[in-house]
């Protein structure tokens, strides 16, 4: 478990992150309203060097941030059933060449990849800390994470 006192701090995260991803990377950001999910997706893109601004995806479902080392992919599955290909969206750029980040996607995005990092975020009643949970699904990416919890 990890503390982020505050908001800086999970964008701070969010940017050492960024130096992990790879081209086709799914990453589900999980947690409740105002937990922090967009912010670290902010820092996210911020590492990734995309052109902002990153922001919560709300109306459109998903937008994608150029002009980065990689393609970011920022979804909003809240208003979505079940997602069944973030291709099927039609954006402008493949999945398979992005970082493809969802907030609200737990119980609808799995199914995109047996390999994936989900990001548990949780806040506190009248606090600024949130907490943070890496949860690594197949792959490598148990590996790939430990310098960010060590
Ligand atoms: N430690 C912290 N980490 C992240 N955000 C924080 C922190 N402390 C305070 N905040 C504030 O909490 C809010 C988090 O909002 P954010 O949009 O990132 O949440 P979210 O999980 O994406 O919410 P939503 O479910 O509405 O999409 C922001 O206003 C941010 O400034
Ligand atoms: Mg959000």
Same mark, same amino acid.
């Given at each position: 478990?990890?503390?982020?006192?505050?908001? #800086? *701090?999970?964008?701070?995260?969010?940017?050492?992150?960024?130096?992990?991803?790879?081209?086709?990377?799914?990453?589900?950001?999980?947690?409740?309203?105002?937990?922090?999910? =967009? #912010?670290?997706?902010? +820092?996210? &893109? !911020?590492?990734? +060097?995309?052109? +902002?601004?990153?922001?919560?995806?709300?109306?459109?479902?998903?937008?994608?941030?150029?002009?980065?080392?990689?393609?970011?992919?920022?979804?909003?599955?809240?208003?979505?059933? $079940?997602? #069944?290909?973030?291709?099927?969206?039609?954006?402008?750029?493949?999945?398979?060449? $992005?970082?493809?980040?969802?907030?609200?996607?737990? &119980?609808? #995005?799995?199914?995109?990849?047996?390999?994936?990092?989900?990001?548990?975020? *949780?806040?506190?009643? *009248?606090?600024?800390?949130? =907490?943070?949970?890496?949860?690594?699904? +197949? &792959?490598?990416?148990?590996?790939?994470? !430990?310098?960010?919890?060590?």
């Amino acid at each position: 478990m990890i503390e982020l006192p505050s908001v #800086a *701090d999970t964008r701070a995260f969010g940017e050492r992150l960024a130096a992990l991803l790879r081209a086709g990377d799914l990453v589900l950001l999980i947690g409740p309203l105002g937990a922090g999910k =967009t #912010a670290l997706a902010q +820092g996210i &893109g !911020a590492g990734l +060097g995309v052109r +902002g601004p990153v922001v919560s995806p709300t109306f459109v479902i998903a937008r994608v941030h150029s002009g980065g080392r990689l393609p970011l992919v920022h979804v909003d599955a809240y208003r979505l059933g $079940s997602l #069944a290909e973030v291709d099927d969206l039609d954006l402008d750029v493949a999945v398979a060449e $992005s970082v493809t980040l969802v907030e609200w996607g737990a &119980g609808k #995005a799995e199914q995109l990849a047996d390999t994936r990092l989900e990001i548990l975020l *949780d806040r506190k009643p *009248d606090s600024e800390i949130r =907490t943070l949970q890496l949860r690594p699904v +197949g &792959g490598d990416w148990t590996d790939r994470t !430990a310098e960010l919890i060590g």
